[in-house]
């Protein structure tokens, strides 16, 4: 079984950049489908990128694409959500999720698809 631990996050001004880090331990990250979410205060939790367990394959939500890059270190067991250009409607907690299994698009967009989860990791974007 997976564990994910997460580190990064933090206070940025508007158009700042930020890198979140999910560090898996107990298995390997190339054997999940990998994402990431967000969640505001008062608001649902929230598709923001995933990877495919193998192959191309990197999907974003609307709302990020073109200004956040998620990614895989398979040497370091690690994948990092890069965060650039950041806007105050990003403020939020971030998580790493893994999914077991083969998962098409769709389904990697939905929490719900998700066996494991890091802790959280806070994202505010302030002046």
């Known amino acids: 079984q997976v564990q994910l631990v997460q580190s990064g996050g933090g206070l940025v001004q508007p158009g700042g950049s930020l890198r979140l880090s999910c560090v898996a331990s107990?298995?390997?990250?190339?054997?999940?489908?990998m994402g990431w979410f967000r969640q505001a205060p008062g608001k649902q939790r929230e598709f923001v990128a995933a990877l495919r367990r193998s192959g191309p394959g990197t999907y974003y939500s609307n709302a990020v694409r073109g200004r956040f890059t998620a990614s895989r270190d398979n040497g370091k067991n690690t994948v990092y959500l890069q965060l650039n250009s950041l806007k105050p409607e990003d403020t939020a907690t971030y998580y790493c999720?893994?999914?077991?299994?083969?998962?098409?698009?769709?389904?990697?967009?939905?929490?719900?698809?998700?066996?494991?989860w890091g802790q959280g990791t806070q994202v505010t974007v302030s002046s």
């Open positions: 999720a893994a999914a077991s299994g083969f998962k098409i698009q769709s389904s990697l967009m939905n929490p719900n698809e998700y066996d494991h």
């Open positions: 107990g298995s390997t990250v190339s054997n999940y489908g």
